[in-house]
């Protein structure tokens, strides 16, 4: 499709549903299960009411003022919002629940636009931050919440999602604090083993969200779709879990690397809402608009992802149950022909040997000679990295290039000749000299940022 017929598409949907409204939201207790819905309509012709449901029965909660969780709940709506909004890009964003203050409409409307970067690349939308959606509210409608204060215990809360990165948070949180819990959404298999690997599998809050079908059934009509940052519906859905378990602290697996953008020289990022920038715009929010006494940050902030991937080679116990392929989640596989597959097996091939690395993903993802295109993506031999969770260039690079140059290999598979040919003369940071990086750009207290450092201290001489 041509940039001219996209763009017309998107300003006929734009013409057709000029208004898409925040209706409602509401929270009940049934007895052990949280159910919060939501209720969305675009165009006074499609109305959409998404679900989460939380199982209750295994936790001793608190469940916090009625005004508390409408705060909560209400946030998680707005950061619901743009999945469904995303669907004709209504110019006119209708919240009936609250009146925003205008810093908070400044907040949402850089969340939308810098999280739906990929959305309009890939789309071929050309629209500016002050023009592409407005904020209106119904005359009267009840100012948004105050922050609120709470009592929090000195626990931890983990959200998981069965790939390497959380893994490590878990191998040193999970037996670092002896109250963590693991916090998920729509748990997978790997995950579900992920978490009883690390000794959580009976501290775990679950919470399950829907789609609702009349989205799945715009998007077969034409309507537009795309990537949305669901890592910002997860800090807030993170918020209700913390404040309903009595639980300080949220600890992401965040790392530096999901700095970078996806498209080199501008600022669209696949990874935005994983971002340092998003994290502490969140906790600006959190202070500012919801509460104070929550802890919300990424622990491996100051890390790379050369670095993560020395600290899990030292969690062999977890070899056989992580999945970092988005591909392969529903059966639980590696799909191996993924951006993910490869990224994951370039930066775990200078910590594992080449044996155990074939038994994990069941292949020599080198030998695949379908990935070449993917592998020059990762490396930053073509225009634009793949629109993926994946590390930095100069990280990708520098594995690539140690590869080469180690005795892993008796003979250099298929992608690493290639790479070797396109790359050759070319110096890159050597994988030592990455794995003595630290970011002073986080936010991390004392005590995690020396249970971190203390812990990658036992992996800065770990290469094969």
């Known amino acids: 499709m041509s940039d001219l017929v996209q763009n017309k598409k998107f300003a006929l949907l734009r013409h057709q549903y000029p208004v898409f409204t925040y209706e409602d939201f509401s929270w ?26 939380i199982d209750l029965k295994s936790w001793s909660v608190n469940i916090p003022d009625d005004d508390i969780m409408d705060n909560l709940v209400f946030h998680i709506g707005m950061a619901e919002l743009v999945s469904y909004w995303k669907a004709a890009c209504s110019p006119t964003v209708l919240i009936k629940p609250y009146r925003l203050k205008p810093s908070q409409v400044r907040w949402w409307k850089k969340l939308y636009y810098q999280g739906l970067g990929e959305f309009f690349y890939l789309n071929k939308i050309d629209v500016g931050l002050h023009d592409f959606l407005s904020f209106s509210f119904e005359k009267n409608t009840t100012p948004a919440p105050s922050e ?12 998981v999602g069965g790939g390497k990165d959380s893994v490590v948070t878990l191998g040193i949180l999970a037996q670092g604090h002896v109250k963590a819990a693991a916090l998920v959404i729509n748990q997978r298999k790997a995950t579900e083993q992920c978490i009883k690997e690390a ?17 799945l059934e715009l998007n077969e009509k034409g309507f537009l779709n795309g ?9 807030f859905a993170s918020a209700l879990a913390a404040v309903i378990t009595g639980r300080k602290h949220i600890a992401l697996s965040n790392e530096s690397s999901a700095n970078e953008a996806t498209i080199p020289g501008t600022n669209i990022n696949h990874q935005y809402s994983k971002s340092f920038e998003f994290e502490q715009d969140f906790c600006s929010y959190l202070f500012d608009f919801i509460s104070p006494d929550i802890n919300y940050f990424s622990f491996l902030r100051p890390l790379n992802e050369l670095q993560i991937g020395a600290l899990f080679s030292r969690n062999p116990e977890y070899f056989k149950v992580f999945k970092s392929c988005n591909v392969g989640s529903k059966t639980d596989t590696w799909c191996c022909n993924c951006s993910k597959c490869l990224f994951t097996f370039i930066m775990l091939s200078p910590f594992i040997e080449k044996s155990v690395m074939v038994k994990i993903f069941g ?3 080198f030998e695949n000679d379908n990935l070449e295109e993917t592998l020059y993506q990762l490396a930053g031999l073509a225009p634009e990295k793949p629109f993926e969770c994946v590390g930095t260039i100069n990280e990708v690079n520098s594995a690539l290039a140690h590869l080469c140059e180690s005795k892993s290999y008796d003979q250099l598979p298929l992608l690493l000749k290639k790479y070797q040919k396109a790359t050759s003369g070319i110096k890159f940071t050597s994988v030592k000299e990455q794995l003595q990086y630290w970011n002073g750009f986080h936010t991390l207290i004392p005590g995690f940022e020396k249970l971190l450092k203390e812990s990658l201290k036992t992996v800065q001489k770990d290469i094969i």
Do not use: Q
């Open 363 to 365: 292949e020599d993802l």
């Open 199 to 215: 000794g959580l599998d009976k501290n775990v809050f679950e919470i399950s969200r829907s789609i609702h079908p009349t989205l």
């Open 227 to 235: 990537h949305t940052p669901f890592s910002s519906l997860l800090a």
């Open 148 to 159: 609120f204060r709470i009592d929090l215990e000195d626990a931890l809360l983990i959200p």
């Open 28 to 53: 009940r207790i049934k007895g052990n299960i949280l159910i919060l819905k939501f209720h969305f309509n675009l165009g006074d012709r499609y109305d959409f009411f998404p679900e989460h449901t």
